[in-house]
């Protein structure tokens, strides 16, 4: 981590730097493991660590949450509903914008670093422990489930609203035994690893439903449905699907978010309820995030009821997404979004035209280089005039000239302007931008990664 992430409004601010040094010292040890998109599918570390350490996940209940994309902004409108209703939570969710210390969560800021470094050096000698014990050392996203998991249960939280990091069923985070699972849409993405259908990656992602659990799903293409659905007959778990026991039954564009009407597990509806993000997609999120936390209630379906709706109004008014169409600048309008994959900029593109009026769209993208960069252009190139290309600072970013070669091929050469340094590709983005007479309808757009936001976020000095 840089001195860059000590500007992060998310994380608490140390009062000297020995903190920051300290976390500084435990990343760059967390970064000699394996990394996040190297995977030996197995549940044996985490299980084997959990059992050393008592099994603190199991001191808490949970909220699981799977799908490709919307995960971490479903997550969000989780914690801040049940916060409301005065439950203390934890939040464990992946990837971080600007610092590792987001991932892990209580009552919906970021732990310390110093509780950080605490709970890392706690469970180090364990990590140790099982290292020496297994054929395949503990993965980074391993170590920190683990970290998660102490940290929920030392709290102690209420309730723990869990994402995965990539699949379901040998994710590190399915040691737990949430009474409620959450699967937001399922597209296409890390094809690899987890199957080249919507279906075959429902068979691994449905591997969070449980046994007798509560299973709230969103919208699905049919074989991803099919496969949902076998799976919670397997295992004899309910099914509540968006657009049947619950949904959003009304949307409309407000300024700065939009006004929906949505519907519980109970059929009651909630009226008048803003929220501060935009894109129908954010709408669906939200109608997920009331049917899980209705269902952790045990309001709503068989039993009927509702919750309080001022409650719910308070607690969606308060939702924010870091990095998710977040606008961090105006003249020209500065957009940052995370979408980093085909159905992710889909939504994206959807949304910008329903809620901002841009005349002349710049876009400034770095992608990683595992994912479908030509299928994601594709799909900006109608709404960008231009776009520069550029390359975040972490291993996983595809090299810039790779980009820009796929980039000349959706946009064409002369769309096409290429800066190494992000700081500069924003600046020149911000300059082409400016070419349009009227900056009210100028706008950029810096996406392609959670990571190149986050950087761009440190750039313009989001607070």
Do not use: C
Request: no cysteine; proline share 5%.
């Amino acid at each position: 981590m840089s001195d860059k992430a000590e500007q992060n409004p998310y994380t608490v601010r140390p009062s000297s730097d020995e903190p920051a040094s300290a976390l500084r010292d435990v990343e760059l040890e967390l970064a000699k493991r394996w990394p996040e998109n190297k995977l030996e599918p197995s549940l044996d570390r985490i299980e084997a660590l959990m059992d050393i350490l008592g099994q603190p996940q199991r001191a808490f209940p949970s909220i699981h949450i799977t799908g490709t994309n919307g995960k971490t902004s479903t997550a969000r409108m989780i914690e801040q509903l049940l916060n409301t209703f005065e439950l203390r939570t934890g939040r464990y969710t992946s990837p971080h914008v600007e610092s590792v210390t987001e991932r892990i969560t209580l009552d919906g800021s970021p732990i310390s670093a110093e509780r950080f470094v605490e709970t890392y050096r706690d469970i180090e000698p364990y990590v140790q422990m099982v290292d020496a014990q297994q054929s395949v050392p503990m993965s980074f996203f391993e170590v920190l489930t683990g970290m998660a998991y102490a940290a929920f249960a030392d709290a102690p939280v209420d309730v723990a609203v869990v994402e995965v990091g990539m699949g379901g069923s040998w994710d590190a985070t399915n040691v737990i035994d949430a009474a409620v699972s959450v699967i937001t849409p399922i597209s296409l993405d890390h094809t690899d690893k987890l199957g080249e259908t919507p279906g075959e990656i429902a068979v691994e992602k449905s591997g969070i439903i449980k046994a007798g659990s509560l299973a709230v799903v969103a919208q699905q293409p049919l074989d991803a449905a099919q496969s949902i659905l076998k799976r919670a007959v397997e295992v004899d778990a309910t099914v509540a699907r968006e657009g049947m026991e619950f949904g959003v039954i009304r949307r409309e564009v407000a300024i700065g978010g939009q006004l929906m009407t949505l519907r519980g597990l109970g059929g009651e509806e909630y009226e008048d309820i803003f929220v501060p993000l935009h894109g129908a997609h954010q709408a669906h999120n939200a109608a997920l995030a009331l049917a899980a936390v209705e269902a952790f209630f045990g309001v709503g379906g068989a039993r009927g009821g509702k919750l309080d709706a001022d409650k719910v109004r308070q607690a969606f008014s308060g939702v924010s997404s870091p990095g998710r169409l977040e606008v961090v600048r105006r003249s020209p309008t500065v957009l940052l979004d995370a979408a980093h994959n085909p159905h992710g900029a889909e939504a994206s593109v959807a949304a910008i035209g329903e809620s901002f009026g841009f005349t002349r769209l710049v876009g400034v993208i770095s992608t990683s280089g595992d994912k479908d960069v030509a299928g994601l252009l594709e799909i900006f190139e109608p709404i960008l005039a231009e776009v520069v290309i550029t390359q975040n600072s972490t291993h996983r970013a595809m090299p810039v000239d790779d980009l820009a070669a796929i980039a000349v091929e959706v946009f064409g050469e002369d769309r096409v302007q290429v800066e190494p340094r992000l700081d500069d590709a924003i600046a020149a983005a911000v300059t082409l931008a400016e070419e349009e007479g009227d900056l009210g309808g100028a706008g950029v757009l810096v996406t392609g990664s959670v990571i190149t936001v986050g950087e761009a976020r440190l750039l313009l000095g989001r607070k």
